[in-house]
């Protein structure tokens, strides 16, 4: 096996997962201690967070960043069209706060972070750039900012999801689950 073949990756996506996780419970404290208006319900009815907008924005700026964002293609959920209306300007600036506060502590992680505070042109700009549809041929990252939203929701358990496909096989995948008592 080629083990040293995607060291690099797998070590960035360890950290992004951790540094992912973290962020996802700072938000999940936020939203079971306080009633707030974080989230948001999808077209089909199920639910999208601060967290899932903020863990998907926060993993395509880092992996951009590390391997350049022309060679980066990431399939992910979620997309901006929810934070782009008009009533969703708290949501949006929830978003931007989230994201660099987590990015701000990028270097804990191992991670070199933005020099200076993100625009909210440039958060939307890295959600959206996870619009890849994959294939057969290629490298794709595929990201599940918060696998089991619903269980978010309500304090319970929940995973950030993480993969890397490379020409249709799995090749690196990492998991951060959290586990409530």
Known sequence: MEDDKYAKELDVAVRVVHMACALCQRVQEGLVSASTDQVKSKDDDSPVTVADWSVQATVSWILSEFFGSQNVSIIAEEDV????????????????????????????????????????????????????????????WVLDPVDGTLGFVRGDQYAVALALIEDGKVVIGVLGALITQ
């Open 81 to 140: 069209q929810a934070l782009s209306k008009a009533d969703s300007v708290g949501l949006l600036q929830a978003v931007v706060n989230t994201v660099n506060e987590c990015l701000a502590g990028a270097p804990k992680y191992g991670l070199k972070g933005p020099s200076e505070a993100l625009l909210t042109s440039q958060i939307l700009e890295a959600i959206s750039r996870c619009n890849s549809i994959g294939g057969p041929k290629g490298r794709h």
